[in-house]
Structure formats: C-alpha cells, structure tokens
Nanobody, 124 residues
Framework: QVQLQESGGGSVQAGKSLRLSCAAF????????MGWFRQPPGKEREGVAV???????TYADSVKGRFTISQDNAKNTLYLQMNSLKPEDTGMYYC??????????????????WGQGTQVTVAS
C-alpha cells in the first residue's frame, strides 16, 4: 500500500525559507512520478512542482526560481525547498504520487496517491 507523509510546514515571515519533506512508504521513489501541490485558502488545489520517474522536473510559473524539488532515493523521501517565500505561497501543501507518467505534470487529477498535507503560512 502506498503511503505518503508530509512534514516541515510552519509559519514564517515573507522572504524566509522552508523545506518540506515527503516520506514514501510501500514503493520505491524512483519508480513513480511525484509532486507537490498546494491549496490556498478558499481556492482549488494547484500544482507546484513535479519530478517524473526519469528525473524531469516541472514547476508552476509562480514558483520558478524560488522552489526546488528533489529526492533522496536512499531515504525514499521527496523534498521541496522553498526560498523567498511570499504571502501568496500560503496554503496546505500536499505530496502526491502515481505509477503512471502524467500527461500533464501539474494536473492534480493525474495522481492517485496523496498525503495528508502540511500547512505553510507566510506572513507579510
């Protein structure tokens, strides 16, 4: 059974950094496509960053140059390094995975496995 567990969220001032972690259980990280999604208050869940099984990465325009997705295969863990945080980055951040290569990497409908989420709050 595939399980994902996020951690690392918190409350920070604008301009600061956070690193989110997603520990994966039940499968080997490099055999799936994985990504980070977020849901701002009152809005729909949106794709932030994705790493496909071949290592290809895709980022939402709003986070390019500030966020970096990476993985540690030895620890079976996915990360999201978030720098220069802005208030508009506030939201619940979710880790997602799927065995199939997504046709649209940042489309939340392409992923069948989800974590419970970790809250990120950025104050101005």
């Amino acid at each position: 059974q595939v399980q994902l567990q996020e951690s690392g969220g918190g409350s920070v001032q604008a301009g600061k950094s956070l690193r989110l972690s997603c520990a994966a259980f039940g499968y080997i990280l490099r055999s799936v496509s994985m990504g980070w999604f977020r849901q701002p208050p009152g809005k729909e869940r949106e794709g932030v960053a994705v790493m496909l099984e071949d290592g290809t990465t895709t980022y939402a325009d709003s986070v390019k140059g500030r966020f970096t997705i990476s993985q540690d295969n030895a620890k079976n863990t996915l990360y999201l390094q978030m720098n220069s945080l802005k208030p508009e980055d506030t939201g619940m951040y979710y880790c997602a995975a799927d065995y199939a290569r997504p046709l649209r990497a940042l489309d939340r409908g392409q992923y069948n496995y989800w974590g419970q989420g970790t809250q990120v709050t950025v104050a101005s």
